[in-house]
């Protein structure tokens, strides 16, 4: 059974950063595709980044582009999400997910989240103005 558990979330001031962590265990191959996700109260959860873990491709959302950085240490089973030039409209609950045994992730990340069948419980990110 897969298991994601993230850490790293915190409260922030606008402009500043922070490092997500997702652990997964339990899994069993290594072309997955593994990514994050954010939700706000009300709204539906959205893509804001993925990584296909086989050849490390990584995609991003364009309201993220250019600020965050998803990466990954198979070593670890661990991956990363580095979180730049942070703003308000970025606070969210981040989800790790993943979906394994896939020939990659798609290159657009909006309306990925039906693809993922591994989640895990979130971790909450707050910046302030």
């Known amino acids: 059974q897969v298991q994601l558990l993230e850490s790293g979330g915190g409260s922030v001031q606008y402009g500043g950063s922070l490092r997500l962590s997702c652990v997964a265990s339990?899994?069993?191959?290594?072309?997955?595709?593994m990514g994050w996700f954010r939700q706000t109260p009300g709204k539906e959860r959205q893509g804001v980044a993925l990584?296909?873990?086989?050849?490390?491709?990584?995609f991003y959302d364009d309201s993220v582009q250019g600020r965050f950085i998803i990466s990954q240490d198979n070593d670890k089973n661990t991956v990363y999400l580095q979180m730049n030039s942070l703003k308000p409209e970025d606070t969210a609950m981040y989800y790790c997910?993943?979906?394994?045994?896939?020939?990659?992730?798609?290159?657009?990340?909006?309306?990925?989240?039906?693809?993922?069948?591994?989640w895990g419980h979130g971790t909450q990110v707050t910046v302030s103005s």
């Open positions: 997910a993943a979906v394994e045994n896939v020939a990659g992730c798609p290159s657009v990340v909006a309306g990925t989240r039906p693809l993922f069948n591994y």
């Open positions: 990584i296909n873990t086989a050849r490390g491709s990584a």
């Open positions: 339990g899994i069993s191959y290594s072309n997955n595709c």
